[in-house]
């Protein structure tokens, strides 16, 4: 699979080395991830925007593409930001292999319970890869913040997903980013059971499989 990047200033100044160096970055982890992940596809493009924001963002368009949004400067001199950006490829391309992205086929429709499934198993496939203390930190979960929430989400996780869900992001009472949180406890919890199982062979697994070898009661 071929890896494309085009980079987007945004009116940024950007330096060559730092295009160089998020190039790098990307190539790397990208064909790692391409070389454990089943994909069908023979081309994958990251369209990388500047802006000037002290983070990085990303989303996946589609199944053979993902936005960015960096801030080249602080990359490369924030060892944060780099592991965030290095977490992201791996999380994107989880996302896009295993088909869950903005375009969907057929104007499918996201459904709750499948999105809050694939942000946990994208997590997991990134600590498996990467797992730097900084990513460890930030993507792990507090049973006892999210337990109260469990059974509640079993009268919605089979409805279809709204833009910015509380149930994903967090807000109205809710804990930030609760439905990342819960997916990354269902699939901790398939791995406890089932020490063979990983992100990686349950890229595809639908969500009536995941909630079965979860064996969670919502």
């Not at 086929?105 to 994208?122: C, D, F, V, Y």
């Not at 997991?124 to 930030?138: G, M, R």
């Not at 509640?152 to 807000?171: A, C, F, P, Q, T």
């Not at 819960?182 to 699939?187: A, L, T």
């Amino acid at each position: 699979m071929k890896i494309h990047i085009t980079h987007i200033a945004n009116n940024t100044s950007i330096l060559k080395r730092d295009l160089e160096f998020v190039n790098k970055i990307i190539k790397r982890h990208a064909k790692k991830a391409e070389a454990l992940l089943p994909f069908k596809i023979n081309n994958f493009t990251f369209t990388i925007y500047a802006w000037e924001k002290d983070g990085v963002s990303a989303f996946t368009q589609a199944i053979d593409w993902v936005d960015i949004k960096i801030n080249y400067r602080h990359l490369v001199s924030k060892k944060s930001l780099l592991d965030q950006l290095i977490y992201i490829i791996y999380h994107e391309m989880h996302h896009a292999c295993r088909g869950y992205a903005g375009i969907l086929p057929q104007n499918k429709e996201h459904i709750l319970i499948n999105s809050i499934i694939s942000e946990g198993l994208a997590d997991h496939f990134a600590i498996e890869q990467y797992p730097s203390k900084h990513v460890l930190e930030t993507k792990n979960y507090d049973f006892l913040e999210i337990s109260k929430w469990i059974k509640k989400l079993g009268r919605v996780m089979w409805n279809k997903e709204s833009i910015d869900d509380s149930w994903l992001y967090g807000g109205k009472g809710k804990p930030k980013m609760l439905g990342y949180k819960i997916g990354r406890y269902i699939i901790q919890e398939i791995k406890g059971k089932n020490p063979k199982l990983n992100s990686i062979n349950l890229v595809t697994a639908t969500p009536e499989k995941i909630l079965k070898l979860s064996e969670i009661n919502f």
